[in-house]
Nanobody, 115 residues
């Protein structure tokens, strides 16, 4: 079983930046994907960005050009650099691991962007 723990959320003004981190621990073997999802009040959880262990990335259209996902395989950690934040980015952000051993979600970290 793999566990993931997020950190780095907070309150920021529109136009500001935040960096989220997610550390995965446990038995991590082979190809895997780490991703960031978000869920705003009254809305469904949606993919923000994901990155495979080989480095390929995928972004939601709404964050392309503003957010950057990266990972440190030696530390089993994924990062989400969020720039030019907008009030619509306000949500709970969740980290997700998909790979050997199954799928794991973190507890989430709140990101609030004030206008």
């Amino acid at each position: 079983q793999v566990q993931v723990v997020e950190s780095g959320g907070g309150l920021v003004q529109a136009g500001g930046s935040l960096r989220l981190s997610c550390a995965a621990s446990g038995i991590i073997i082979g190809i895997n994907t780490l991703g960031w999802y978000r869920q705003a009040p009254g809305k469904q959880r949606e993919l923000v960005a994901s990155i495979a262990s080989g480095g390929s990335t995928n972004y939601a259209g709404s964050v392309k050009g503003r957010f950057t996902i990266s990972r440190d395989n030696a530390k089993n950690t994924v990062y989400l650099q969020m720039n030019s934040l907008e009030p619509d980015d306000t949500a709970v952000y969740y980290c997700k691991y998909i790979g050997g051993g199954g799928t794991s979600w973190g507890q989430g970290t709140q990101v609030t962007v004030s206008s």
